[in-house]
């Protein structure tokens, strides 16, 4: 069973529309991550969430970008106003230890319009 | 800018045949480098957590190294089987930091 789910798949969306992106894991973890991958580029970290705040953010997760737990299980990455380049598949990762190795989702695909 | 660089991009390679791959990484301040093992269609799954210098991990055919001193670390596959097709991602991470800073990968394809 995977240790990490998440929703949608793949989701096509309108430039400047909103999107959030869901991510369930399945076991407990204390570590939270976002990572993208825009196609034929590296996959590049955006935040790392601890203890229910943000504990490290990239150049990348600006003030479009937001993360939160709100109910102490998902775990959601949202865009405010999705520009084209944020067209990416975007992938979610957990781990119990900081450093440890991470679980990581099957991502979703984003498609701005 | 950390950098990490992967070679080769790609690599084809005959059942049964052995193969290796190189990861470079910046040599100050090293805390740890990963290992992905990335099928299409699939979740990146961990391979191996790497800290100390010298160290050499092996996962069934699969084996890989780390000197940190000179910032490289080798992954080798003996007796490649068509289920090791898959691209294989390295990971730095810093210290005071909790983000992987990945490389390009090395897209593995064995043929039959």
Known sequence: ?113 | ILNVEQSPQSLHVQEGDSTNFTCSFPSSNFYALHWYRWETAKSPEALFVMTLNGDEKKKGRISATLNTKEGYSYLYIKGSQPEDSATYLCAFISYNTDKLIFGTGTRLQVFP
């Open chain 1, 1 to 113: 069973e995977p240790e990490v789910t998440q929703t949608p798949s793949h989701q096509v969306t309108q430039m400047g529309q909103e999107v959030i992106l869901r991510c369930v894991p399945i076991s407990n973890h204390l570590y939270f991550y976002w990572y993208r991958q825009i196609l034929g580029q590296k996959v590049e970290f955006l935040v790392s969430f601890y203890n229910n705040e943000i504990s490290e953010k990239s150049e990348i997760f600006d003030d479009q970008f937001s993360v939160e737990r709100p109910d102490g299980s998902n775990f959601t990455l949202k865009i405010r106003s999705t520009k084209l380049e944020d067209s990416a598949m975007y992938f979610c990762a957990v781990s119990g230890y900081l450093h440890n190795e991470q679980f990581f989702g099957p991502g979703t695909r984003l498609t701005v319009l």
